[in-house]
């Protein structure tokens, strides 16, 4: 068989980058890939990936960030599965990839982002779901009120604001190509918020909470901050999962069908799952 399964390392990169901007989306261009497949966290990664060659040419490519995390205590190592691309005529070969992937032993495996054909695939394989029921936050100018919550979006200010895990959580994502950091502040409180830009039914004009760090702040200021993505971000829904941030928001909607994420973990429990440390920190699309 000259269909090979090999391990994505650093010299496969530039070429990997280039199939995915070629097969898979073009809008992310090829050195955005290569960038976001080397995390900006520290990690002992084994690879950055899998991929297909067939007599020497990448004609399929599963790309993997890894992370290792300390839950309860104890170190866990992540390996969160990112994109999937197979050309046509080696369909038949992509879970060759899979496979390569999950034979890894000792990980927690995440797939935050995984398409309608497979999330069966998944289920076979034991993956569980995460409840991802999502509020819509609609985008509008609402009046700010003096004295209420104020938003900081200086990378200066929101590093010297921190401290502890939220500092190492910052310092790890600040150069996270698709995570964006503000920090609500309100008095003594604040909250720090990390958020990617989104794209539904091919319009780029949603938001993604991925972390609050103070549930009660960020529900009290959710219109400020629906007013500040509108006017600075050009945002017009803002997407929360109570999961991440506490509780449904007051204003919003309940998507009727939100996007599926699953995990896969030998010992750990839904709630102790998030989504830092992943492709969706790492790839705008």
Same mark, same amino acid.
């Given at each position: 068989?000259?269909?090979?399964?090999?391990?994505? @390392?650093?010299? @496969?990169?530039?070429?990997?980058?280039?199939?995915?901007?070629?097969?898979?989306?073009?809008?992310?261009?090829?050195?955005?890939?290569?960038?976001?497949?080397?995390?900006?966290?520290?990690? @002992?990664?084994?690879?950055?990936?899998?991929?297909?060659?067939?007599?020497?040419?990448?004609?399929?490519?599963?790309?993997?960030?890894?992370?290792?995390?300390?839950?309860?205590?104890?170190?866990?190592?992540?390996?969160?599965?990112?994109?999937?691309?197979?050309?046509? @005529?080696?369909?038949?070969?992509?879970?060759?990839?899979?496979?390569?992937?999950?034979?890894?032993?000792?990980?927690?495996?995440?797939?935050?982002?995984?398409?309608?054909?497979?999330?069966?695939?998944?289920?076979?394989?034991?993956?569980?779901?995460?409840?991802?029921?999502?509020?819509?936050?609609?985008?509008?100018?609402?009046?700010?009120?003096?004295?209420?919550?104020?938003?900081?979006?200086?990378?200066?200010?929101?590093?010297?604001?921190?401290?502890?895990?939220?500092?190492?959580?910052?310092?790890?994502?600040?150069?996270?190509?698709?995570?964006?950091?503000?920090?609500?502040?309100?008095?003594?409180?604040?909250?720090?918020?990390?958020?990617?830009?989104?794209?539904?039914?091919?319009?780029?004009?949603?938001?993604?909470?991925?972390?609050?760090?103070?549930?009660?702040?960020?529900?009290?200021?959710?219109?400020?901050?629906?007013?500040?993505?509108?006017?600075?971000?050009?945002?017009?829904?803002?997407?929360?999962?109570?999961?991440?941030?506490?509780?449904?928001?007051?204003?919003?909607?309940?998507?009727?069908?939100?996007?599926?994420?699953?995990?896969?973990?030998?010992?750990?429990?839904?709630?102790?799952?998030?989504?830092?440390?992943?492709?969706?920190?790492?790839?705008?699309?």
């Amino acid at each position: 068989m000259t269909i090979a399964v090999r391990a994505i @390392d650093d010299i @496969d990169l530039p070429e990997v980058g280039q199939f995915l901007h070629n097969n898979l989306n073009s809008r992310v261009p090829a050195e955005t890939w290569v960038r976001a497949v080397r995390v900006p966290w520290k990690v @002992d990664a084994p690879n950055h990936g899998f991929l297909l060659r067939d007599e020497g040419r990448v004609v399929g490519t599963y790309l993997a960030f890894y992370s290792q995390r300390v839950i309860n205590g104890g170190r866990q190592d992540f390996c969160n599965l990112g994109a999937w691309c197979v050309l046509p @005529d080696y369909r038949r070969h992509s879970l060759r990839l899979l496979k390569a992937l999950l034979a890894q032993d000792g990980y927690t495996f995440t797939d935050l982002s995984p398409s309608g054909t497979v999330v069966p695939l998944n289920e076979r394989l034991k993956f569980r779901f995460l409840d991802t029921s999502t509020a819509l936050i609609p985008g509008l100018p609402w009046p700010s009120a003096p004295g209420r919550t104020k938003i900081i979006s200086d990378r200066v200010i929101i590093a010297r604001s921190l401290s502890g895990r939220e500092l190492e959580i910052y310092r790890d994502h600040a150069d996270a190509a698709a995570a964006r950091h503000l920090l609500l502040r309100r008095g003594d409180a604040s909250c720090y918020v990390i958020f990617r830009k989104d794209r539904r039914k091919n319009l780029p004009v949603f938001a993604s909470i991925l972390y609050a760090g103070d549930a009660e702040l960020f529900h009290a200021s959710a219109r400020t901050l629906a007013r500040h993505l509108l006017l600075r971000h050009g945002v017009l829904a803002t997407l929360a999962e109570p999961r991440v941030v506490g509780r449904r928001p007051r204003p919003s909607i309940m998507l009727g069908k939100p996007r599926r994420k699953m995990y896969r973990s030998t010992n750990l429990e839904p709630g102790q799952i998030d989504y830092l440390y992943s492709e969706l920190v790492c790839v705008g699309w």
